[in-house]
């Protein structure tokens, strides 16, 4: 009995160090880190880029804003910077740089359920959106979701 007791308070301890892991994120700044894992052509990937950053001027206008993207090399990363810079962003790529007035942005493409989820992250926002392939054009499937984060708690 004294065993099975040890045994389930050990199976318990694992559960809990594992639900707390998948709250880490992956970057600094309270941010994911960026990933792709959706495949995308790149006329797909500068539509979707676009859009996204057609969403984003909606709630943080480039006007004064610095954007520190946090890129992952791929596709989609290139189409977002180009997006960024296009719509009046200056953008800033280097993770290192010392700006302090520069937002992070990070982003996930990733497949769901036969569609492309992509989601656009700062320290205040995370904007949501679905999107179907059909050939060379991503087609959004509904509504952006936002959501919006106090910038002093992150989580």
């Known amino acids: ?17 594992l639900l707390l892991a998948a709250c880490q994120t992956l970057g600094g700044g309270g ?12 006329a797909g990937a500068s539509s979707i880029a676009s859009d996204m950053v057609g969403q984003l001027g909606a709630h943080v206008g480039p006007g004064g804003t610095t954007i520190r993207l946090r890129g992952d090399g791929s596709p989609f990363g290139s189409a977002l910077e180009e997006s960024l810079r296009t719509a009046g962003y200056a953008v800033v790529i280097d993770q290192r740089s010392s700006d302090a007035g ?21 320290v205040s926002l995370d904007l949501t959106r679905l999107y179907t392939l ?7 499937t509904g509504p952006a979701s936002v959501m919006r984060r106090d910038e002093a708690d992150p989580t």
């Open 1 to 17: 009995m004294a065993i099975l007791n040890r045994l389930r308070d050990g199976i318990t301890i694992a559960g809990l160090s």
């Open 31 to 42: 941010l994911i880190a960026s990933t792709v894992t959706a495949e995308l052509t790149p």
């Open 102 to 122: 520069a937002m992070d942005l990070a982003y996930a493409v990733d497949s769901f359920e036969g569609s492309v989820m992509v989601r656009l992250s700062t």
């Open 134 to 140: 059909d050939g060379e054009v991503a087609i959004p």
